[in-house]
């Protein structure tokens, strides 16, 4: 990139959860090569070390996010082999298919305890680590936050709490000089999306894409993040008609509910039946 900002990134301490594929993994790769000082936090230990391997063999710890307790250890041990923190990027979180009157109740209850509480308590023990005029916390909602499509009730449900929780940080956290952005998605080319979309309901809703917008580069978000972390933005999004559509959800939301109408009865019946698993595998 030829983005004059990036050169702020350079010995930048940050922190990405989430980091063990996907967005964080290719996240933490551009952060370090635009010479970044990177800690790695998720789930899936072999990954992590993998990516951490190609960070300057970066510092990761395994770390499941609704374990607040635990949050609280890594984050504090991964700041102190930085030697503080300069940038948090809440980004791990899961997604599952779930039709709101017949889906499973735990499924509802699992994805608010991953991303909702998850991502507090992320921000909570980061916050004090990065409360300084060069902090920057980052929440990783989603499109999702502001348009909600069928299917995708707990998922939206829990990105719109997200986004409540970083704007809220960002007016608590101003007087310390430190900024808070919140991350907005369409469907990137990444596992989780490959997943979360790749359902028998899903296809039939939106014929063989099985996708509600298409599917956007992966390096797209990947840019996004970079620009917005140098920048210390207020809001991240990608691809770009994804801002538009913030600034305008309702009309987006009527959009979406005359899209799916006829095909929605048919993706409900399968639906009902189908038990995908999450975007990642809990504990």
């Not at 900024?179 to 369409?186: D, N």
């Not at 809001?235 to 006829?262: C, H, T």
């Amino acid at each position: 990139m030829n983005d004059p900002t990036t050169h702020r990134l350079a010995d930048r301490r940050i922190l990405i959860t989430g980091a063990a594929r996907g967005i964080g993994a290719a996240l933490a790769r551009r952060l370090h090569e635009r010479g970044a000082r990177l800690a790695l936090a998720g789930l899936e230990p072999e990954l992590l070390e993998s990516v951490a391997a190609t960070c300057g063999d970066a510092p990761w710890r395994h770390c499941d996010i609704a374990d607040r307790t635990g949050v609280e250890a890594v984050i504090g041990d991964l700041a102190a082999e930085l030697g503080g923190l300069d940038v948090i990027v809440a980004n791990a979180g899961i997604a599952a298919q779930w039709p709101v009157l017949d889906g499973d109740p735990e499924v509802l209850e699992t994805t608010l305890r991953v991303n909702v509480l998850g991502t507090y308590h992320t921000l909570r023990a980061a916050g004090r680590h990065i409360s300084h005029p060069h902090g920057y916390a980052l929440a990783v909602a989603s499109l999702a936050a502001a348009v909600h499509a069928p299917l995708l009730g707990a998922y939206s449900a829990s990105k719109a709490a997200v986004e409540a929780l970083g704007d809220t940080l960002r007016i608590e956290l101003r007087h310390t000089g430190a900024k808070v952005g919140v991350a907005y998605f369409a469907e990137l080319d990444t596992e989780m999306t490959r997943r979360g979309f790749g359902t028998r309901a899903a296809a039939a809703m939106k014929g063989h894409q099985g996708t509600f917008t298409g599917v956007t580069p992966l390096r797209a978000g990947v840019d996004a993040l970079e620009r917005g972390i140098a920048r210390r933005s207020r809001r991240v999004y990608a691809p770009r008609w994804v801002g538009p559509v913030l600034v305008a959800p309702g009309v987006a939301q009527r959009v979406v509910e005359k899209a799916v109408r006829s095909r929605l009865p048919a993706a409900l019946e399968i639906a009902r039946g189908e038990r995908p698993p999450f975007t990642t595998d809990q504990p």
